[in-house]
Every structure is written in structure tokens, then in C-alpha cells.
């Protein structure tokens, strides 16, 4: 793509490039690689706008932009139920812009009587992460708080969190079938883990809300990622644009993709982003 497209105003030439963050973009260590974020700042050089949308809380992130050296207009966290608006202003750099919360008591106490064991978190609209004990470390960003199951359920949530680390994923999936979960929406992650928002919202809803926004056209539009919370997002990117799955994806990712990428080992994200 040219640089002299950066200075188009309609955005009917740039390019709206959603990444996802963990198996996409970061390593499991945190990392990342040189070569990914060299690709990212050239391709936002271009005059496209390249933004994140991921599962995380707000908290987990904003880092990760000043990570990649980007500051786009929108960001699109917790699957979709929030979405953040560049704020000078604001203490990160960011504030809300939309955000969707539903009551988490039905769905919690659903899933409690099929995982007595699980763990569980909720996010609410400030994006406080409040959780049971013994919760993973590693998904807890600032402002966590831990409280008893009772309190998880007077909470307005953007988002749930169920952990279930003494299932494999067969046995999980299986688990969550049986369930039938109604009214929200659901997504499985790598492990037994799984991801609940307000109903219809995901990060497709999220992103077309950006998309629009931008004034970018549906068929400019390329989404990056790795996991099953990326399969609506993929459908959304892929029925006019390019929705790319990294080579390490669950096959049913992979599936949903219209392209495949490297790994996330071999800088499949840069690969992708040459292309444009």
C-alpha cells in the first residue's frame, strides 16, 4: 500500500485490521516479536488503521498498545462488550465508547450446578475483575478482587469467566453442550475456559460498530487471530474482506477463516500484514 493513502479522509482505501492478542500477537510469555510489531507500524504508517479485539479485560489491554507502538481510534476488549475510544484526556489514553452488560446470576448458577468445582470471574462495566479464589494469576489483571460466589452474582457484567482445570477440553466441551446455554453468548478458549457475553455480542458486533464508524468499507477489512472466540469475528472479516487464522488454530478456527497464516512461532502476523 502506498503512504500517500494516509492522508485519505473517506478510508475507502485504507484498511481496518483487527488483531487478536494472545496466540496471535503476543506470545505465551508476553513477548513480542520484533518483527510483528515492525509490521504493524508500517502498515499504520500506510494510513490503515490497525486496532486490537480481544477477549481480555481493559486493564490487560491497553499495554499492549504501548507494546506495539499503536494508538488507533478504538479498541474492542472483553469480547466485544467493550469498546474504547481513543481519549487524550483520559488517565490510559482511552475511555469507554460502548458498552453492553448483562446480570451474570442465571448463567453463573447454570453453570455452577454442572462445574461445582470451576472457577469463575466477572467483569463489570468499570472493568473490575472480581473472581473466586484460586483463580489463575496469569488472567488477572489491576483492580482484581476477590470475593464468594454470592457476590459474583449481584454483579452488572461485560463479561464471565469459568475455569475448569480439571477437565480436558473433550470433557469440557461436552460439559458446556449439555448446558444449553440461552441468552448470552459463549466461547470455548484453549483449555477448559470459557468466555460469556451479553447476548448477540461478540467481536464481530464490536468491530462492525468501529467499522462504521471509521467509514471503512466492509470489503477493506482483515482480522487476525488464533482462537474459538475469533470464529464470529472471521465470518463477520471474511464475507468481504479476509479473515486470517494463525496455522496453530483449532481446526474449526481454521475453518471459519477464509486464509491461514505462519504460526504464531514463525511471525504468521507479519506475514499476513505484508500482504497489504
Not at 499503536?70 to 460502548?98: E, F, W
Request: hydrophobic share 45%.
Amino acid at each position: 500500500m502506498s503512504g500517500a493513502l494516509a492522508g485519505d479522509a473517506t478510508g475507502h482505501d485504507r484498511w481496518l485490521v483487527a488483531l487478536d492478542i494472545d496466540g496471535t500477537v503476543l506470545h505465551e510469555d508476553g513477548s513480542l516479536s520484533d518483527i510483528v510489531g515492525a509490521e504493524v507500524r508500517r502498515v499504520v504508517a500506510d494510513g490503515s488503521e490497525v486496532m486490537l479485539a480481544t477477549g481480555r479485560s481493559v486493564s490487560s489491554t491497553l499495554p499492549v498498545l504501548g507494546l506495539l507502538g499503536i494508538a488507533p481510534q478504538y479498541v474492542v476488549c472483553a469480547n466485544g462488550a467493550v469498546t474504547l475510544k481513543r481519549d487524550p484526556d483520559a488517565p490510559l489514553g482511552y475511555s469507554p465508547d460502548h458498552i453492553e452488560t448483562f446480570d451474570p446470576g442465571p448463567v453463573l448458577t447454570t453453570i455452577r450446578s454442572h462445574l461445582a468445582e470451576a472457577l469463575f470471574a466477572v467483569e463489570d462495566d468499570d472493568g473490575r475483575f472480581f473472581h473466586t479464589e484460586a483463580f489463575p494469576e496469569s488472567v488477572l489483571g489491576a483492580g482484581h478482587v476477590q470475593v464468594g460466589f454470592d457476590e459474583l452474582l449481584q454483579v452488572e457484567a461485560t463479561r464471565v469467566v469459568v475455569i475448569s482445570p480439571d477437565h480436558d477440553m473433550e470433557d469440557f466441551l461436552a460439559v458446556v453442550e449439555r448446558m444449553g446455554l440461552h441468552r448470552v453468548s459463549y466461547s470455548i478458549g484453549w483449555t477448559a475456559w470459557l468466555d460469556i457475553a451479553p447476548d448477540g455480542v461478540n467481536k464481530a458486533t464490536g468491530l462492525e460498530r468501529v467499522r462504521s464508524l471509521l467509514g471503512i468499507p466492509r470489503d477493506r477489512v482483515m482480522a487476525i487471530g488464533d482462537g474459538r472466540n475469533d470464529v464470529d469475528m472471521f465470518r463477520w472479516a471474511g464475507a468481504e474482506g479476509r479473515a486470517v487464522a494463525m496455522a496453530q488454530a483449532p481446526a474449526d478456527v481454521i475453518e471459519a477463516a477464509t486464509e491461514v497464516t505462519t504460526s504464531l512461532n514463525e511471525d504468521g502476523v507479519a506475514r499476513a500484514l505484508a500482504t497489504l
